[in-house]
Nanobody
Framework: QVQLVESGGGLVQPGGSLRLSCAASGSITRINTMGWYRQAPGKQRELVAAITSGGSTNYADSVKGRFTISRDVAKNTLSLQMNSLKPEDTAVYSC??????????????WGQGTQVTVSS
């Protein structure tokens, strides 16, 4: 029903920058939130940043001041600008979309992820 495709991942050196993008398509209706999650080997998946339908944002403490989440409603895209990258930012980053469906139920959709590697 909804498809999410991430892009923009790659290999960067510590202190570098990277911009991730998520393109959404399909049956997009009443979006609640969109966000970026990441999962590193041996760690649980964690929320990196999220943005609500009203434009409110939320960031993990570890990325505050370095990452910025943004959206383009007209283009159905979500972006994550990552600056001052650290080796500990290395992970697979996935795009998430949560929206309301039938019977007031909430549905989550996920992209397949894009690899971000921060290394010297």
């Amino acid at each position: 029903q909804v498809q999410l495709v991430e892009s923009g991942g790659g290999l960067v050196q510590p202190g570098g920058s990277l911009r991730l993008s998520c393109a959404a398509s399909g049956s997009i209706t009443r979006i609640n939130t969109m966000g970026w999650y990441r999962q590193a080997p041996g760690k649980q998946r964690e929320l990196v940043a999220a943005i609500t339908s009203g434009g409110s944002t939320n960031y993990a403490d570890s990325v505050k001041g370095r990452f910025t989440i943004s959206r383009d409603v007209a283009k159905n895209t979500l972006s994550l600008q990552m600056n001052s990258l650290k080796p500990e930012d290395t992970a697979v980053y996935s795009c998430n979309l949560n929206q309301m469906g039938s019977s007031n139920r909430r549905y989550d959709y996920w992209g397949q992820g894009t690899q971000v590697t921060v290394s010297s």
